[in-house]
């Protein structure tokens, strides 16, 4: 009888741009200041991709090179790339086919996935039953997006919160049992108007009067997303603790979505996981939507070991949001 396989993550890259956007200089931009965002947010500074003509692909590149450098893995050697994005450098071809031509990996299965914030954990499903079934040996997972790109300057209650940046992981065969274990993914088209971009799609293409209109920026209701994305990412993380039979005690990392720092403390109190347990880096970087949950991977690696158990929770736009449990696959490199 074989051996069941499972999707293990076998490494860890990321990348941020250079340019760092403080709170300070948001306070010259728009009314606003350090403390108010501080407090509500928990988020410090954020990183802003500049340059003509450099999109989401450029970061996922930057991520994925340094990914296959690390794992020691030719770029012949990829199976499937997917990238989870809501900012793709164009409607087509998607960004993880000009991910693919910037690392020099060629006629290999690549497709983009849009679940907004909830994006990477969408993707990491995807690719985790593609190595289940045994045909594809080697999955690269990117999350990146260029937030900046859709994100209204004069709007203070959505500027203050997105960043830009890329991470991306390796999922690989394993028959340890470690690795992905189980994942929940639900979603709920109600949510809609709450967070959204209305222009720019079939429904609304972009006009003289989509742009005056700001229809291109992202559009949130505050307040009913924070309600609705507290009780969502607590619940799927609460149920899929149940569902494997684990306790605080027994998770070494939830790994959130960095969206705000109290949907995230609401998240550990009902897990009852302490605050020495959760990736945090909201501070550094704000919300870099598909890609701040490997971006956390990214950032906390050399404190991960063989067998950790991760919690790995998101909430987004849709409303989209779900949770996974992953045995971590390898020790500090």
Known sequence: MSQKISAAITGVAGYVPDYVLTNQELEKIIDTNDEWITSRTGIKERRILKG??????????KAV????KKTNTKPEEVDMLICATVTP??????????????VGIRETASFDLAAACSGFLNALGAGTAFIESGRYKKIVVVGADKMSSI??????????????????????????????????LKSDGEGCESLMQKGGGSAYPPTVESVEAKWHYIRQEGQSVFKFAVTRMADVSAEIME?????GDDIKYLVPHQANKRIIDATANRMGVSEDKVMLNIQKYGNTTAATIPLCLWDYENKLKK?????????????????AYVKWAYDPK
Not at 52 to 61: I, N
Not at 65 to 68: G, H, M, N, P, Q
Not at 243 to 247: A, G, Q, Y
Request: negative net charge.
């Open 52 to 61: 003509e003509g450099l999109g989401t692909s450029f970061m996922g590149a």
């Open 65 to 68: 090179e340094d990914l296959l």
């Open 89 to 102: 450098d164009y409607f087509f071809p998607s960004a993880s086919n000009l991910i693919c031509k910037a």
């Open 151 to 184: 994100v209204d300057y004069t709007d203070r209650t959505t500027c203050i919160l997105f960043g830009d940046g890329a991470a991306a992981v390796m999922l690989e065969p394993n028959f340890e049992g470690l690795g992905v274990q189980d994942f929940i």
């Open 243 to 247: 569902r494997n039979h684990l306790t």
């Open 307 to 323: 067998g950790d158990n991760l919690i790995l929770a998101a909430f987004g736009g849709g409303f989209t949001w779900g949770s």
